[in-house]
């Protein structure tokens, strides 16, 4: 049973700093691609980037790229995402997902394992 964890969620200001974790488990995250998503009050669950196995590559949604980071490790089984400079735009709950199978990774129906999400409040 695949089972991921979500943490490091909270409320901060506009330019702060948040490191979210998604701890897997069940799994290797080494072993497929992962992704973060968001989804916000009324809106649709959208990517945010991902991650490859093996040599990683990244891939980033344009509203966060330059600010956000995806990285794992495979010691830990984990993998973050480092957000900086946030913005209240920002402001959603943060969902872990792995194996989107033979999908793009920008695509939230085509992953097989979810977390139970974390929430980011942003203020201004």
């Known amino acids: 049973q695949v089972e991921l964890v979500e943490s490091g969620g909270g409320l901060v200001q506009a330019g702060d700093s948040l490191t979210l974790s998604c701890t897997a488990s069940?799994?290797?995250?080494?072993?497929?691609?992962m992704g973060w998503f968001r989804q916000a009050p009324g809106k649709e669950r959208e990517f945010v980037a991902a991650?490859?196995?093996?040599?990683?590559?990244?891939y980033y949604a344009d509203s966060v790229k330059g600010r956000f980071t995806i990285s794992r490790d495979n010691a830990e089984n984990t993998v973050f995402l480092q957000m900086d400079t946030l913005k209240p735009e920002d402001t959603a709950v943060y969902y872990c997902?792995?194996?989107?199978?033979?999908?793009?990774?920008?695509?939230?129906?085509?992953?097989?394992?979810w977390g139970q999400g974390t929430q980011v409040t942003v203020s201004s």
């Open positions: 997902a792995a194996d989107p199978g033979f999908g793009p990774y920008t695509v939230a129906k085509g992953y097989a394992y």
């Open positions: 069940g799994r290797t995250i080494s072993s497929g691609p």
């Open positions: 991650i490859t196995s093996g040599v990683p590559k990244t």
